[in-house]
C-alpha cells in the first residue's frame, strides 16, 4: 500500500472549514483514500473514503487531485469536539475473499480553538 | 448497538503476571483486529481474524503473545509473561468482510505493567 504524507499539527478556530492535506504521490490505481480519526482517549472512528471523485458525508468531505497524487479532508464547521489526529490512509480496496492492513502513520494532530 | 466492546478498561499488574484481553465485536461482523498503540511506535496491528481464522499474525510482537478467537462474538489476545515494555492500550476492531475498509473501534484496554 502507498505512504502517505501529512503535516504534523494544525490549528483551526471553531466555526470555521479545517482543510487537512495529504500526499500519497505514490497511489496505484486501485488504492482508495481513507481517513480515519482519534479523539483523545478513544479508538480509531471512521470517517469517510474514496477513488477518484470527492466525496461527502455528514462528517466531511473528501476532495481528491485528478492525478490522485494528493487529497484534502474538509471539516465545513469545526467544533472544539473535532479535536483530534486525523489519519490518511491509502489502501487496496476489499474484495470479499481479500483482506488487508490499515498502515496507521503519525496524522496530523487538529486542535480546534475557541 | 453495543459497538466494539473490551474488557477490561484498564489493567494494571506485575511484571511476569498473565494478562487476558477481551474482546466482543459487533453482531454480524467476521472480521476483528487487534491493534496495539503506545507513543513511541504509534498505532500497530498486532493480528486480525477472518471468520474466526487467524490470517496475519505478523505483528504479534513476540511468543509471550497469542490471541484466539473461539466463536463469531468473542477473542482474547494474552500476554504471558506480561513485561513493562507491553505497557500500552490495547484496541479491538471488527467490520464485516468485503467493500470498504471501514473498521469501528473498542474503547481500547490501558494495560500497565510495574
Known amino acids: 500500500d502507498a505512504k502517505t504524507t501529512q503535516p504534523p499539527s494544525m490549528d483551526c478556530a471553531e466555526g470555521r472549514a479545517a482543510n487537512l492535506p495529504c500526499n500519497h504521490s505514490t497511489i496505484s490505481g486501485n488504492e482508495y483514500v481513507y481517513w480515519y480519526r482519534q479523539i483523545h482517549s478513544q479508538g480509531p472512528q471512521y470517517i469517510i473514503h474514496?477513488?477518484?471523485n470527492n466525496e461527502t458525508n455528514e462528517m466531511a468531505s473528501l476532495i481528491i487531485t485528478e492525478d490522485r497524487k494528493s487529497s484534502t479532508l474538509i471539516l465545513p464547521h469545526a467544533t472544539l469536539r473535532d479535536t483530534a489526529v486525523y489519519y490518511c490512509?491509502?489502501?487496496?480496496?476489499?474484495?470479499?475473499?481479500?483482506?488487508?492492513?490499515?498502515?496507521f502513520g503519525a496524522g496530523t494532530q487538529v486542535v480546534v480553538t475557541p | 448497538d453495543a459497538g466494539v466492546i473490551q474488557s477490561p478498561r484498564h489493567e494494571v499488574t506485575e511484571m511476569g503476571q498473565e494478562v487476558t484481553l477481551r474482546c466482543k465485536p459487533i453482531?454480524?461482523?467476521?472480521?476483528l483486529f487487534w491493534y496495539r498503540q503506545t507513543m513511541m511506535r504509534g498505532l500497530e496491528l498486532l493480528i486480525y481474524f477472518n471468520n474466526n481464522v487467524p490470517i496475519d499474525d505478523s505483528g504479534m510482537p513476540e511468543d509471550r503473545f497469542s490471541a484466539k478467537m473461539p466463536n463469531a462474538s468473542f477473542s482474547t489476545l494474552k500476554i504471558q509473561p506480561s513485561e513493562p515494555r507491553d505497557s500500552a492500550v490495547y484496541f479491538c476492531a471488527s467490520r464485516t468482510s468485503g467493500g470498504v475498509d471501514t473498521q469501528y473501534f473498542g474503547p481500547g484496554t490501558r494495560l500497565t505493567v510495574l
Open positions: 474514496g477513488l477518484k
Open positions: 453482531s454480524g461482523h467476521n472480521s
Open positions: 490512509i491509502v489502501r487496496t480496496s476489499m474484495t470479499t475473499d481479500s483482506w488487508g492492513k490499515l498502515q
